[in-house]
């Protein structure tokens, strides 16, 4: 399996413009998580979907960010429209629970840097 | 209220053993996680505790104390390629399922 996939790794785009970053999960995992991780505040959780709906979007900062799963091998995460502070590494992770949600290990993608000019 | 605290930075020498401490204060527990991470790069899982003590893989080991609300990851024979930063993580499960993480421990090692 090819791990998690993220595109693009890297977008650099100014401030107001519209953002949206992909993700890929592993074949048959059935939890999806986006995260935000930078240096004054670490990684946090942002939103996560099981079976493709959303469960928690507590960790989404504001209404510019939207999350989509609109099938088993795909998600988005979209800022609209986006600021200087959004500049981050997000992540997307999977797992392919047995049953504890929190017992299983999720697989980290690689990350999408971006630059908010 | 949920809080993980972890050592910011440490250094330590090629070859030699080191401790990262993570407290934690969760509502609820379900276990504890450590994440290596290096520069640049994704987390990539290393150990979950859900039992109090000790648990050892390799040159790794993850100690649990449930009652302390405390943790540690052992190091031991250090190699340069352990310089990364390691992140202790807990799930909150009051009200809402979420995995917390701490900002990480960026551990150097020096030849």
């Known amino acids: 399996d090819a791990g998690v996939i993220q595109s693009p790794r890297h977008e650099v785009t100014e401030m107001g413009q519209e953002v949206t970053l992909r993700c890929k999960p592993i074949?048959?995992?059935?939890?999806l998580f986006w995260y935000r991780q930078t240096m004054m505040r670490g990684l946090e959780l942002l939103i996560y979907?099981?079976?493709?709906?959303?469960?928690?979007d507590s960790g989404m900062p504001e209404d510019r960010f939207s999350a989509k799963m609109p099938n088993a091998s795909f998600s988005t995460l979209k800022i609209q429209p986006s600021e200087p502070r959004d500049s981050a590494v997000y992540f997307c992770?999977?797992?392919?629970?047995?049953?504890?949600?929190?017992?299983?290990?999720?697989?980290f993608g690689p990350g999408t840097r971006l630059t908010v000019l | 209220g949920q809080n993980i605290d972890q050592p910011t930075e440490m250094t330590a020498t090629e070859g030699a053993i080191v401790q990262i401490n993570c407290t934690y204060q969760?509502?609820?527990?379900?276990?504890l996680f450590w994440y290596q991470q290096h520069a640049g790069e994704a987390p990539t899982f290393l150990s979950y505790?859900?039992?109090?003590g000790l648990e050892e893989k390799g040159r790794f080991s993850s100690f649990l104390s449930r009652s302390k609300g405390y943790s540690y990851l052992l190091l031991k024979e250090l190699q340069m390629k352990d310089s990364a930063s390691y992140l202790c993580?807990?799930?909150?499960?009051?009200?809402?399922?979420?995995?917390?993480f701490g900002t990480g421990t960026r551990l150097q090692v020096f030849p």
């Open positions: 505790n859900v039992l109090d």
């Open positions: 992770a999977t797992l392919g629970t047995s049953g504890n949600l929190w017992a299983d290990t999720q697989y």
């Open positions: 969760t509502s609820g527990f379900n276990g």
């Open positions: 993580a807990a799930p909150r499960l009051l009200n809402t399922d979420k995995l917390i």
């Open positions: 979907f099981n079976n493709n709906v959303p469960i928690d």
């Open positions: 074949s048959g995992h059935d939890y």
